[in-house]
């Protein structure tokens, strides 16, 4: 939320842009200042007044008292409040540092609380779409969900996962006409799929041409079997053991400079759960969990930090995840809390109305929130 900063003059200090003949307007301003004084003491603060005339824009820069009526929660108040600005031709705003800006942060937050985030899909670009769809699912056991064909705008979509869109994380597809080939970068990690059995996944792999980066096995220090495998275009999957769970598609990896700051980020703007985090100083990097759910029985962003790299290419085959969210606007205003920038300012999207905001986190790496009731009213 955009803060005036604090000014510190005397009561009833006026300055004003308009010609000393706009006597109309001074005199109403003269007025509500006059109105003003009879309110409680409270903390100092801008308080600005437009008139609705173009021609006038005027400011009362005032102490205390006026700052207390526009901040106190009591009913005398903000009645008088309401009254002074129906009693006279001006746009009233009030920009704070006091309770008033506290009060809605605070609400936000808890807000915050109970929106039902929860993480949608993610977007990459790949070479030969087809190609994709069958290592997909003939390999790694993923359904084609739907294709979306956009001739006009020459790219092509395939939603792949476990289960249906409204209840599962899955991948969505781009691809471009006539491009085949993508620069996946430094940065991007890889994805992860639970697996009931990694070995028999692996030899399957292998028998249909696969890449395997790394063979199945424990991981160091441990008793988890993994394995690393390619997609056609290169994009790492880690296929982890597990037993049956709901949401096999569960991890996104990314690497981040700062891992600290990255958490903060995650958990302030984006309302995640800081899960756990594991140091292996050995192979010097750190990595961190957070989610909307736990590990096993929902997917997490897995954020890692490798000892001194502060900057990776991003290349240009990785796009962004997608969260579902109750407002958009209200998560907007938490991201810019939390220093995000946001690269799309919420509101509805042209054509079909679905309402997104689209951020940065500290890397650079892009988010989008979509509204939980339009994304499921697409799905229909």
């Not at 010609?19 to 801008?46: C, E, I």
């Not at 009913?75 to 008088?80: C, K, L, S, T, Y």
Request: hydrophobic content about 35%; overall charge neutral.
């Amino acid at each position: 939320m955009a803060m005036a900063s604090l000014h510190h003059h005397c009561r009833h200090c006026l300055s004003s842009s308009a010609p000393a003949s706009s006597s109309s307007s001074a005199q109403a301003l003269q007025r509500a200042a006059a109105l003003a004084s009879s309110f409680s003491a409270g903390p100092p603060s801008l308080f600005v007044l437009r008139s609705r005339s173009p021609h006038h824009a005027l400011s009362l820069h005032t102490c205390s008292r006026l700052s207390s009526a526009l901040l106190s929660s009591r009913a005398h108040g903000i009645q008088r409040f309401e009254q002074c600005k129906s009693a006279y031709p001006l746009c009233v705003r009030a920009s704070t540092l006091g309770t008033g800006t506290a009060t809605g942060k605070e609400s936000t937050l808890e807000w915050a609380k109970t929106d039902n985030k929860r993480l949608l899909h993610v977007v990459y670009r790949v070479g030969d779409l087809e190609k994709t769809i069958k290592f997909y699912t003939e390999c790694l056991g993923m359904k084609l969900l739907r294709k979306r064909d956009m001739p006009e705008e020459r790219y092509t979509n395939a939603f792949l996962g476990y289960g249906p869109e409204d209840s599962h994380f899955v991948v969505e597809l781009t691809y471009n006409y006539g491009v085949d080939k993508y620069d996946i970068g430094t940065g991007f990690g890889h994805f992860g799929v639970a697996i009931e059995d990694v070995y028999k996944t692996v030899e399957l792999i292998k028998a249909k041409g696969g890449k395997v980066s790394r063979e199945p096995g424990p991981v160091k220090g441990g008793s988890t079997v993994i394995a690393f495998v390619e997609d056609p275009d290169g994009y790492k999957f880690e296929l982890i053991q597990r037993g049956p769970t709901p949401e096999p598609l569960c991890q996104v990896m990314l690497r981040v400079g700062d891992l600290e700051q990255s958490t903060d980020f995650y958990q302030k703007a984006f309302g995640m759960q800081l899960l756990r985090t594991r140091d292996n100083p050995e192979y010097k990097y750190t990595i961190a969990m957070l989610g909307y759910g736990p590990e096993d029985k929902s997917t997490v962003m897995e954020l890692t930090y490798n000892y001194g790299v502060t900057k990776y290419e991003k290349g240009n085959g990785y796009a962004q995840v997608a969260i579902g969210t109750d407002d958009v606007y209200k998560t907007a205003e938490l991201v810019r809390e939390a220093g995000g920038k946001i690269t799309r300012e919420a509101g509805p999207l042209p054509g079909i109305n679905t309402k997104i905001v689209a951020c940065l986190d500290p890397d650079g790496w892009k988010t989008v929130f979509v509204d939980n009731k339009d994304f499921l009213r697409e799905l229909e």
